[in-house]
Each structure stands twice: as structure tokens, then as C-alpha cells.
């Protein structure tokens, strides 16, 4: 996996005095412990679409096929490395389930992933933050390798032990997990008297609730992908966010459907 993958643009203007020609982003292959890994990290499976942005010589993207039978797209914008991924994914036996391509990571359509993963650094991963939150599906797993993303915070982070010392990073690599959250935002209402008023930042919330314009107290309320888990002293609910709706389940209280409220 390339630690960077740099538009040439800006590589070339952030090099004082290069000379003419083409500047390569060092190729920095991720440890075999690592790349194991994060795709465990990620739950991948064989219904998994796992998109590897600054993929180098596949090996995340061809370990994903290989071991969890996912489909799989590798980016680097380094044409070399991306017909010696091919090659490696033929002699691997899973060039059917993957595909590399030259292209900037800024710029690849993530929307089909359901696995992203990424060994960015953190300029880069500011770039393609908005892009992942608004084109990746409630659920989707992005796992990151040394480098967190700024400004969302991780739902879990784990240290690699490796083998042998990998550059820059000693005897042990950091991976970041993220998982996208559903837009829960906003009020909530639904038959019985149920309100709910959520706030959100990424995959945290607050939650309001009330019955009958009673309020409620709320001792937990967590988001992960599509599931919401709400509750308190005298209510537990369970249930999926959808666009307009959340659909769940009351602890002995049976069903719950909450829309949206004008």
C-alpha cells in the first residue's frame, strides 16, 4: 500500500527545487499482520465490496478475496504499481473478484464500498473525510492504518504487533476502525405519545425522549451504522434509522415506528 497517494500537482508544488520530472510517493508496503488485520477489524466477507485507496501492489485488496471471498477495487495513481497489482491478483487466482485502476484517491466514487480501507496521511484523509460521510452507506466499515481520520472520531482503535520493525513505526502498527453512521438527527415522533429528539456528531448522540409530553430520563443512547439503542428507568428501545423513519422494538412494549416529525 503506498503511504500517500498524492495528486502530482501538489506532490510537485510541495517539493522546493525539484527537478523536472516526475517525484514517486514512496511505496511503503503494509505489514502481512496488518493487512490481516484491518480486514478482520472490518468483519469483511464475502459479501463485502472493499475499496483500497493507495493500494501499491494489492495485497489488501487481493488478501480481502483470498481469505474473506469480498470483491474488491484497488486505486494508486502510480501506473506501475497498478499493473503490478494485476498481475499479482492473476497469480493469486482472484482476478475475477478484483480490479486496479490508476486514479486519485481524492477522486474515486466510494459509494459501492461497503469496506474502505486507507494508509493516507492525514492531509489526504481531510480530504476524503466529507466524501466517505456522504457517499458510503450507514454500516460501512473504513479501517485506517497509523493515521486517524482528524475530526471524526474512531469507533475503535487496535495495536498490530509485527514481526520485524516496519519503517517509521517500530515493532507495532495502530489501525482505526469507523463505522458510518445513519442520519439520526432531528425530532422524532410516533403513536402512543413517543417523542424522541436526537442531536448528533458522527456516531455519537443525545437523545431526548418522552411519553405523552411526559419526559423520560435517558441513561444510554448509542448509533452504530443503522442501528439506534435508546433507554433509560423506564423504557429500552431497539430499533433501525432509515431516511424518514426508525423502526424498532420496545423491551415488553413491542413494536415502535418513529417518522420524522415537521
Do not use: C
Not at 461497503?114 to 473504513?142: H, K, N, S
Not at 520485524?164 to 425530532?187: E, F, K, M, T
Request: hydrophobic fraction near 45%; avoid cysteine; glycine fraction near 10%.
Amino acid at each position: 500500500m503506498r503511504i500517500a497517494a498524492l495528486p502530482a500537482g501538489l506532490l510537485l508544488a510541495s517539493l522546493a527545487g525539484a527537478q523536472e520530472g516526475r517525484i514517486d510517493v514512496p511505496f511503503i508496503p503494509t505489514p502481512p499482520e496488518v493487512v490481516a488485520a484491518m480486514l478482520e477489524f472490518a468483519r469483511t466477507g464475502p459479501q463485502d465490496f472493499v475499496i483500497d485507496l493507495g493500494s501499491g501492489d494489492g495485497r489488501i485488496v487481493i488478501h480481502a478475496a483470498k481469505a474473506h471471498g469480498a470483491r474488491g477495487l484497488g486505486v494508486d495513481i502510480d501506473a506501475d504499481l497498478v499493473a503490478r497489482a494485476t498481475e499479482n491478483a492473476a497469480r493469486a487466482g482472484v482476478a475475477q473478484r478484483v480490479r486496479f485502476v490508476v486514479e486519485d484517491a481524492l477522486r474515486t466514487d466510494l459509494s459501492e464500498a461497503t469496506v474502505v480501507t486507507t494508509y493516507l496521511l492525514p492531509f489526504l484523509l481531510d480530504g476524503l473525510e466529507p466524501r466517505m460521510l456522504a457517499q458510503l452507506r450507514p454500516g460501512a466499515r473504513i479501517v485506517t492504518h497509523r493515521f486517524p481520520l482528524t475530526y471524526w472520531p474512531h469507533d475503535e482503535v487496535r495495536t498490530v504487533p509485527l514481526s520485524r520493525p516496519h519503517p517509521s513505526q517500530g515493532d507495532s502498527s495502530r489501525i482505526y476502525l469507523y463505522v458510518v453512521p445513519a442520519q439520526a438527527r432531528g425530532a422524532w415522533r410516533a403513536e402512543g405519545g413517543w417523542q424522541l429528539r436526537v442531536q448528533q456528531n458522527f456516531q455519537k448522540i443525545d437523545v431526548e425522549a418522552s411519553l405523552g409530553g411526559r419526559p423520560l430520563a435517558v441513561r444510554a443512547a448509542r448509533l452504530s451504522g443503522e442501528r439506534i439503542e435508546v433507554s433509560g428507568p423506564e423504557f429500552s428501545f431497539a430499533g433501525r434509522v432509515t431516511p424518514e423513519r426508525i423502526e424498532g422494538e420496545l423491551a415488553a412494549g413491542g413494536p415502535l415506528v418513529f417518522t420524522r416529525a415537521p
